[in-house]
């Protein structure tokens, strides 16, 4: 499909039987609400280097920043065989370009975060992140990951497919001869999605636009993208969310009836409470949109971050 894309899973989450015990841990809105729109290249770093299934319980050990990987009952050491496994398999990774990647949460290999350490005592501390998943973010910083539990939560699963999205489209804008002209028409697309992460970085973003023309290429490049990345983190509450619904409301002050604002305004401010999903004002904004054919707002990635057939942003 045109806006397939490739995102890297844990070999477990999508149902194949890679757990040490012979199982998996098949994430359902993974495989059949993502499956057929993203292309999942799998990725165990056990079954991948030889260690083979079934196989011992493995854990981390000793200190959090180079924890050794170790099994439980005979004590053998895997810390090596899974680096240089992993210094392969991200050479082969790079070829394949992905958006983004979904890691097993808890995994001595793959964990983002939190993952347990155990010190000598053998009392564990969730400092620690798993062998392959930490080498993955050092090496490919940029790209979006996430923990399939962290992804249960409805707007952090948004929040991810929104960032690899955003991703492909910067990335897209960058592998072609781009212009000045062409960053500003980027930033004034998504200026309605970074309003609702983080405001400050809106400003900040828009300030860095406006002197384009006055820093080199090279330069503008890294500073979009640094204040870019750190803005689409931060989560886009409800509240920030509810000013941005405000904000396009004012875009048909003129064309509205004062029952049609009321009707919006009320929705807008269900949805701030928490009484009503984003679907409610979004549904009636696009109307809206559609209806009066706002040329700014048609534009807006906010409206459409991500193709709707994912089902996230209007369940959440």
């Known amino acids: 499909m045109p806006f397939k894309v490739k995102i890297g899973v844990s070999a477990c989450l999508l149902g194949e039987k890679t757990r040490y015990d012979g199982g998996h841990k098949k994430e359902w809105f993974i495989t059949e609400t993502w499956g057929p729109h993203l292309e999942l290249v799998s990725v165990c770093p056990e079954m991948e280097s030889g260690l083979g299934v079934p196989r011992e319980i493995m854990r981390l050990e000793g200190d959090a920043e180079a924890p050794r990987l170790r099994t439980v009952k005979t004590r053998q050491d895997h ?36 993952v347990k350490v155990y010190d000598r005592q053998g009392s564990p501390r969730k400092q620690g992140v798993g062998l392959f998943a930490g080498a993955f973010m050092c090496q490919y910083p940029i790209v979006p990951v996430e923990d399939e539990v962290r992804l249960r939560n409805p707007q952090i699963r948004d929040n991810f497919i929104e960032r690899v999205f955003v ?62 990345l750190e803005a689409l983190k931060l989560q886009a509450t409800n509240k920030k969310q509810a000013n941005v619904l405000h904000h396009i409301l004012g875009y048909f002050k003129k064309v509205l009836s004062a029952d049609e604002k009321q009707e919006l305004l009320e929705l807008i401010d269900s949805y701030r409470l928490g009484d009503l999903p984003l679907l409610g004002p979004m549904t009636l ?20 971050p991500h193709p709707l057939e994912l089902l996230l942003r209007f369940h959440a």
């Not at 970085?201 to 503008?220: C, D, F």
């Open 285 to 304: 904004i696009t109307h809206y949109v559609r209806k009066y054919g706002q040329p700014y707002l048609q534009e807006q990635y906010y409206l459409h």
């Open 167 to 228: 991703l492909k489209r910067w990335r897209e804008m960058q592998a072609k001869k781009w212009t000045p002209a062409d960053l500003i028409g980027f930033h004034t697309r998504h200026k309605l999605l970074l309003l609702a992460h983080s405001p400050g970085h809106y400003r900040l973003l828009g300030k860095l636009t406006a002197r384009v023309k006055e820093i080199p290429a090279r330069e503008q490049v890294a500073q979009y993208q640094a204040l870019l």
């Open 79 to 114: 810390t090596d065989l899974i680096h240089n496994w992993t210094r392969k398999r991200l050479t082969e990774l790079e070829r394949e370009d992905l958006w983004g990647f979904i890691f097993k949460s808890n995994s001595p290999s793959c964990g983002p975060a939190r």
